[in-house]
């Protein structure tokens, strides 16, 4: 299909959320068992029948402590996997769009990181999304490199989905109060990527809602908004929540070279309020 739009990881939450905002007629949707971006002769083979204007690039191992479990298989998927796409879309000559992370960045600086604030993940996912980052430029001129940040939708699991039917009988919720970031709509996501890939910008761009907060503040955000004042929260430290990966204390990230070229999206509140809306009508 000449021409057309190639989306990967078309089977999760940002996947399902550009196949919903996307032409049918002139769009490509690769799921994991249709398209497994590690073999390289299949990507180029796929990408080449198809020949894309436009790849959109979300395929990608996203479970952060997982990937710090097994650092091989994150680094063969997310590194060596998006290559593979890279590659093909250069000598399909199309454009491609590379989705990324805020977990590229230490989490150590003061106030919101900028685009080209220098990366220093302290994880295998960051590690490994940075690494993509990379080898999609080695190959590719004509690249977008999207970063963002705590995704959520409707679609599949995530933290929003765990905390919508919580059984009060567990006791008190503890979250995380010392770490934030910012809680990304998947649908607000996708419209701004789409937007983003007709301006040929081509370069590094942070695309998230507006403002951040901690893991302890976006629960209580949303369990406000569904009314659940049965549900009892309990805010700890980094250091009470061991996990297998480190997790920045500071990912917020800032839209600046995305709002030079017109491409914005609303505060993270105002995008989980309407993401309440939904649900519950």
């Not at 990881?9 to 550009?18: D, F, K, V």
């Not at 993940?121 to 490199?145: C, I, N």
């Not at 607000?188 to 761009?205: M, N, P, R, S, Y």
Request: net charge negative.
């Amino acid at each position: 299909m000449a021409g057309s739009t190639v989306v990967t990881g078309a089977g999760g939450q940002l996947g399902i959320e550009l196949a919903r905002r996307l032409d049918g007629q002139t769009t490509v949707t690769l799921n994991r068992s249709q398209l497994d971006i590690t073999n390289a002769a299949l990507v180029e083979r796929t990408l080449g029948e198809i020949s894309p204007r436009l790849i959109i690039h979300a395929a990608a191992a996203t479970n952060v402590d997982g990937c710090e479990r097994d650092r091989a298989e994150a680094y063969r998927i997310n590194a060596v996997g998006t290559w593979n796409v890279a590659r093909a879309a250069e000598r399909a000559g199309a454009q491609m769009v590379y989705v990324s992370t805020n977990y590229v960045f230490d989490g150590k600086k003061l106030g919101p990181y900028l685009e080209y604030d220098d990366a220093a993940p302290l994880s295998a996912y960051g590690w490994t999304k940075l690494h993509g980052e990379r080898a999609a430029r080695q190959v590719l001129e004509r690249l977008y490199v999207v970063r963002t940040s705590w995704l959520y939708s409707r679609w599949g699991r995530n933290f929003l989905s765990r905390l919508t039917n919580v059984d009060v009988s567990d006791g008190p919720l503890r979250y995380v109060g010392d770490q934030v970031a910012n809680p990304t709509n998947a649908s607000d996501l996708a419209a701004a990527i789409l937007e983003l890939a007709e301006t040929e910008a081509f370069g590094v761009h942070h695309l998230v809602n507006e403002g951040a907060t901690s893991w302890y503040g976006w629960a209580a955000a949303f369990l406000t908004g569904l009314d659940r004042q049965d549900v009892q929260l309990e805010e700890i430290s980094a250091s009470e929540f061991p996990r297998a990966a480190a997790v920045p204390a500071n990912a917020e990230l800032a839209n600046e070279t995305a709002r030079a070229v017109g491409v914005t999206l609303r505060p993270w509140g105002e995008a989980l309020t309407a993401h309440i809306r939904e649900m519950v009508t």
